[in-house]
């Protein structure tokens, strides 16, 4: 097995092919936001990092073709507004709030009454402006990769935020109507490892996913979007999205039925690790916040 590459934590030469597709992003993204200026140099150094560190995290290639063909996907328009907003801009935040607050709290809507969606939007919008654990960037909004448009990524991030608020508020009314607390499970080792084999099956099916299929998944099965949500993020009819949801989850049965022949579970406590190891995962995983949204 190759090793996998190095960490980028720094700002790595970019080549020559990658630099016309960032600079040809930079002006489209320029006569969108006609009002606000942010260099070329700094934005191709910016942007060329950001694609290194997104291989480098998958342990994906580093040639300069496969860098090239990720420059071509991204949303320049978005990271533009994303990078002035890291840069502390208040022109670009100002921009970037008058253009995604409406969005976001419209998605809010479908999920949350229009008073939870308000408070929810406002939460965001803040959090956006905090700095992240990792110290990588000044603002949780540097994380941003324009892999997805960025009104998704908002919105995934929308989602997840109520959705714990309706958690909290769950567990907080079963503890006032005096629920008792169940009893630990038992220790079971065996159970454990046969939780671990699934997942290590799981994680090799769903590194085998097409794109558009673990985004389609994980919207589904970790986010709650309806498929008419999910057709419109990838930019598809929705039984387009109904297929790739349907053929993600088929390649993932296919990936697990071995290990199921050889470890079929012997009771319903494994299954009930195994719901929760899953979630688990989807919760871990690599697809973008919803939204992390709509084209």
């Given at each position: 097995?190759?090793?996998?590459?190095?960490?980028?934590?720094?700002?790595?030469?970019?080549?020559?092919?990658?630099?016309?597709?960032?600079?040809?992003?930079?002006?489209?993204?320029?006569?969108?936001?006609?009002?606000?200026?942010?260099?070329?140099?700094?934005?191709?150094?910016?942007?060329?990092?950001?694609?290194?560190?997104?291989?480098?995290?998958?342990?994906?290639?580093?040639?300069?073709?496969?860098?090239?063909?990720?420059?071509?996907?991204?949303?320049?328009?978005?990271?533009?507004?994303?990078?002035?907003?890291?840069?502390?801009?208040?022109?670009?935040?100002?921009?970037?709030?008058?253009?995604?607050?409406?969005?976001?709290?419209?998605?809010?809507?479908?999920?949350?009454?229009?008073?939870?969606?308000?408070?929810?939007?406002?939460?965001?919008?803040?959090?956006?402006?905090?700095?992240?654990?990792?110290?990588?960037?000044?603002?949780?909004?540097?994380?941003?990769?324009g892999t997805g448009p960025l009104w998704?990524?908002?919105?995934?991030?929308?989602?997840?935020?109520?959705?714990?608020?309706?958690?909290?508020?769950?567990?907080?009314?079963?503890?006032?109507?005096?629920?008792?607390?169940?009893?630990?499970?038992?220790?079971?080792?065996?159970?454990?490892?046969?939780?671990?084999?699934?997942?290590?099956?799981?994680?090799?099916?769903w590194a085998q996913l097409e794109r558009?299929?673990?985004?389609?998944?994980?919207?589904?099965?970790?986010?709650?979007?309806?498929?008419?949500?999910?057709?419109?993020?990838?930019?598809?009819?929705?039984?387009?999205?109904?297929?790739?949801?349907?053929?993600?989850?088929?390649?993932?049965?296919?990936?697990?039925?071995?290990?199921?022949?050889?470890?079929?579970?012997?009771?319903?406590?494994?299954?009930t690790r195994l719901e929760k190891a899953?979630?688990?995962?989807?919760?871990?995983?690599?697809?973008?916040?919803?939204?992390?949204?709509?084209?």
């Amino acid at each position: 097995m190759e090793p996998a590459p190095p960490a980028v934590t720094s700002p790595l030469p970019v080549p020559a092919d990658v630099r016309h597709e960032i600079e040809r992003g930079w002006r489209q993204a320029q006569r969108a936001h006609a009002n606000l200026a942010l260099p070329l140099d700094d934005f191709i150094a910016d942007i060329g990092t950001l694609i290194a560190r997104s291989r480098a995290r998958l342990s994906l290639p580093m040639d300069d073709a496969a860098l090239c063909a990720d420059a071509k996907r991204l949303h320049f328009e978005d990271l533009y507004l994303a990078r002035l907003c890291e840069r502390g801009d208040e022109r670009g935040w100002t921009a970037f709030v008058e253009r995604y607050e409406p969005d976001l709290r419209s998605v809010l809507r479908r999920h949350c009454d229009a008073s939870e969606a308000e408070s929810v939007t406002a939460e965001v919008l803040s959090e956006v402006a905090l700095a992240p654990p990792s110290g990588q960037a000044r603002t949780r909004l540097g994380t941003y990769d324009g892999t997805g448009p960025l009104w998704a990524w908002l919105a995934t991030i929308g989602v997840r935020t109520a959705r714990g608020r309706w958690r909290r508020r769950r567990e907080v009314a079963l503890e006032q109507v005096g629920d008792t607390p169940a009893e630990p499970e038992q220790s079971r080792p065996e159970l454990d490892d046969q939780v671990v084999v699934f997942l290590e099956a799981l994680r090799a099916g769903w590194a085998q996913l097409e794109r558009n299929e673990r985004l389609a998944l994980g919207w589904k099965h970790r986010d709650g979007l309806a498929q008419r949500a999910i057709a419109k993020l990838l930019g598809v009819s929705e039984p387009t999205a109904s297929r790739l949801v349907t053929r993600g989850v088929a390649k993932l049965q296919g990936s697990l039925a071995a290990v199921a022949q050889k470890t079929g579970p012997p009771d319903a406590a494994l299954w009930t690790r195994l719901e929760k190891a899953l979630s688990g995962f989807l919760e871990s995983s690599d697809t973008p916040p919803p939204l992390e949204m709509e084209s």
